[in-house]
């Protein structure tokens, strides 16, 4: 199975910075079926990013998806309060589908 | 709007069974792939199993082979998890999840449910 490996862990920015978080396979992922979820504490993942680039309905244009092949960024280019939460990439070209750990996303 | 409303869950007794649901609006529901995705305390997501809209084609973790089966009921529009042999590490909160599509091919979850917490303790 692939496995997904999110970096850094933590990230500790300020409201108004921007956040490049990063998710590498250790294997190509086909069509670049890479997705992201944001969590915050007590809810469900929410769809940010599908296809590696695809921003999912709703999702401001404040936040990317880049990458190919191995390696995956999420950014978010100026950071606002609602922002700080748990990330999550999830690869779904090859079974069984897989997440990464998370990097979690604090405020400084 | 979709929503998906999980329920079921609850403390049971290591080598217990459980059955969870998921009631699903807002979308037709045959059409779509529907998953199970755990997760234990403070830890990340585990895609536990889907089934596909039809309910013809079913796929499992390696961790819940054996032990857990995944249903649905087209005409009640909705998902189960039946849990039995259950183990210390199956504790989680389960999350249903509709699929992008028929569910025959790695599920991309979209949206997910609020969740319901199973706690396998003696």
């Known amino acids: 199975e692939i496995v997904l490996t999110q970096s850094p862990g933590t990230l500790s920015l300020s409201p108004g910075e921007r956040a490049t978080l990063s998710c590498r396979a250790s294997?190509?992922?086909?069509?670049?079926?890479l997705a992201w979820y944001q969590q915050k504490p007590g809810q469900a993942p929410r769809l940010l990013i599908y296809?590696?680039?695809s921003r999912a309905t709703g999702i401001p244009d404040r936040i990317s998806g880049s990458g190919s092949g191995t390696d995956f960024t999420l950014t978010i280019s100026r950071l606002e309060p609602e922002d700080f939460a748990v990330y999550y990439c999830?690869?779904?070209?090859?079974?069984?589908?897989?997440f990464g750990q998370g990097t979690r996303l604090e405020i400084k | 709007e979709v929503q998906l409303v999980e329920s079921g869950g609850g403390l049971i007794q290591p080598g217990g069974s459980l059955r969870l649901s998921c009631a699903a609006s807002g979308f037709t529901f045959n059409s779509y792939g529907m998953s199970w995705v755990r997760q234990a305390p403070g830890k990340g997501l585990e895609w536990v199993s889907t089934?596909?809209?039809?309910?013809?084609?079913?796929y499992y973790a390696d961790s819940v082979k054996g032990r857990l089966t995944i249903s649905r009921d087209n005409s009640k529009n909705t998902l189960y998890l039946q849990m039995n042999s259950l183990r210390a590490e199956d504790t989680a909160v389960y999350f249903c999840?509709?699929?992008?599509?028929?569910?025959?091919?790695?599920?991309?979850?979209?949206?997910w449910g609020q969740g319901t917490l199973v706690t396998v303790s003696s």
């Open positions: 089934i596909s809209g039809g309910g013809g084609s079913t």
């Open positions: 294997q190509s992922v086909s069509s670049s079926f």
């Open positions: 296809g590696a680039s």
């Open positions: 999830q690869q779904y070209g090859n079974s069984p589908t897989t």
């Open positions: 999840a509709k699929d992008r599509g028929s569910g025959t091919s790695p599920p991309r979850f979209d949206p």
